[in-house]
């Protein structure tokens, strides 16, 4: 780091994905309101800044319209909206004439590393942030009122900040099957299009996708369209794959309003929300994928070639190597039988587990209040409840959905929720201003 950079922040933000970058926005437009806004910094693991890069298929659509972006919730006359972004590269006509509210995810990729570049001088990139402890200014019995953040660089080595206040947005773990292990021709979806590039598309043969959601749909398209002699097979737990319902009403789920219904909710009110609301979101796909997937295998049945196969109401039960293949053990529900075949790649769109944040605060978890089911309780500032000797705060961007619902933690709320940590975080400075 800089020797002048000071040493003490209101708040530091570990992890810079899409969620922490509209933090740093909502925070940079409080100071244009006249107010001071809150000093802030962010580390970020990655060398640049990057969000899901291996799923940005040429064909894959964001699930969200373009005013879901990173501020126009919060503030639809930032200069860091979608619109902005259009008219920035001179493409704005071009999108309208378009008449579709859903962009590529590579063009929305490109919007988000266009923000991500008005704030380099904010982001330490390539940094891990290895531990976060508590601080007492007033001594062993005060109130642990800042943490100190010690973070670590290859290209500066060992250091450390103080601040007020963290906000954690350290993404997503993928999931694998149980006793699955990656390998160069066992993958998580997180990692397709990187190795998928690796290989000589045309030497494919035999590929299987696991998974019944919008990345597993979107793979077995995609390995189709790119892999021209091999079979692909998808592995699907249901009768074919779910439509998402994003019809109206039930996209009001997703509305900021709804995080209030869902965190002031009786326990009895968030089941059923979960029960009767959870295709708009999991293991569902979107129709046009679906159809396309459909028609896909429909041609093949009229030219008698057929590519592309659905192994329904299935699951793989068993992956090994078996000489220079990969053998997979599919197991069928309908006829409670298993079959062998061997692959020469395993892609398994098995989704992502929530953030360990545990694994991130260490002492200081010990400090967080957990529910009856062992869950970290939040305000509804997205602040972690602590004992009453902490008034420095915990912010998650992030495996909240136990307390403030579905779409806490998704593109559709991040504007809204950016802006209510800002008013949190202005709340709870540092005393007084640390300069050089």
């Not at 006793?179 to 997180?190: A, Y």
């Amino acid at each position: 780091m800089a020797s002048c950079e000071p040493s003490g922040y209101d708040v530091v933000g570990i992890g810079f994905g899409p969620s922490n970058l509209s933090l740093a926005i909502a925070l940079q437009e409080l100071g244009a309101t006249g107010a001071t806004p809150p000093t802030a910094r962010f580390f970020e693991s990655q060398p640049s800044f990057g969000w899901h890069r291996n799923m940005l298929l040429p064909t894959a659509k964001m699930q969200v319209s373009f005013l879901k972006d990173l501020v126009t919730f919060r503030n639809p006359t930032s200069p860091y909206s979608f619109v902005s972004f259009l008219h920035a590269v001179e493409r704005l006509p071009q999108f309208v004439n378009n008449s579709d509210f859903f962009p590529t995810r590579a063009e929305f990729h490109q919007y988000l590393e266009w923000v991500a570049a008005n704030f380099a001088d904010q982001v330490s990139y390539g940094t891990r942030v290895t531990a976060v402890t508590p601080l007492r200014s007033s001594g062993p019995a005060g109130p642990v009122d800042r943490f100190r953040i010690q973070v670590s660089s290859p290209a500066t080595g060992e250091s450390s900040v103080e601040a007020r206040n963290v906000v954690l947005a350290t993404g997503l773990a993928p999931r694998m099957p149980q006793d699955f292990v990656r390998d160069e021709r066992v993958w998580h979806s997180s990692e397709f299009l990187e190795k998928f590039r690796r290989c000589d598309a045309a030497k494919l043969t035999d590929i299987v996708v696991v998974g019944a959601g919008q990345s597993a749909a979107e793979i077995a398209r995609h390995c189709y369209d790119n892999a021209p002699n091999a079979t692909v097979t998808a592995v699907i737990p249901s009768y074919g794959y779910s439509i998402a319902d994003n019809t109206p009403f039930a996209n009001r789920i997703f509305d900021p309003n709804a995080v209030d219904d869902y965190y002031f909710a009786e326990e009895r009110a968030k089941e059923k929300f979960w029960q009767y609301h959870r295709n708009t979101n999991y293991s569902v796909v979107d129709d046009e994928v679906i159809r396309s997937l459909y028609q896909r295998q429909y041609d093949d049945e009229v030219r008698g070639a057929e590519r592309l196969h659905f192994a329904e109401l299935s699951r793989v039960t068993d992956v090994k190597r078996s000489g220079d293949d990969t053998r997979v053990t599919i197991h069928s529900l309908a006829t409670d039988r298993s079959y062998d075949m061997d692959v020469d790649i395993v892609v398994c769109a098995t989704g992502y587990e929530a953030m360990d944040i545990a694994g991130v605060l260490g002492e200081l978890d010990g400090y967080c209040a957990r529910d009856e089911q062992g869950r970290h309780r939040l305000e509804r500032d997205y602040r972690l409840v602590t004992t009453d000797d902490v008034s420095a705060g915990i912010y998650l961007q992030g495996g909240t959905e136990h307390t403030h619902g579905l779409s806490s933690s998704l593109l559709s709320n991040m504007a809204t929720r950016s802006g209510e940590i800002v008013r949190s975080l202005s709340r709870n400075r540092l005393p007084e201003a640390v300069s050089c």
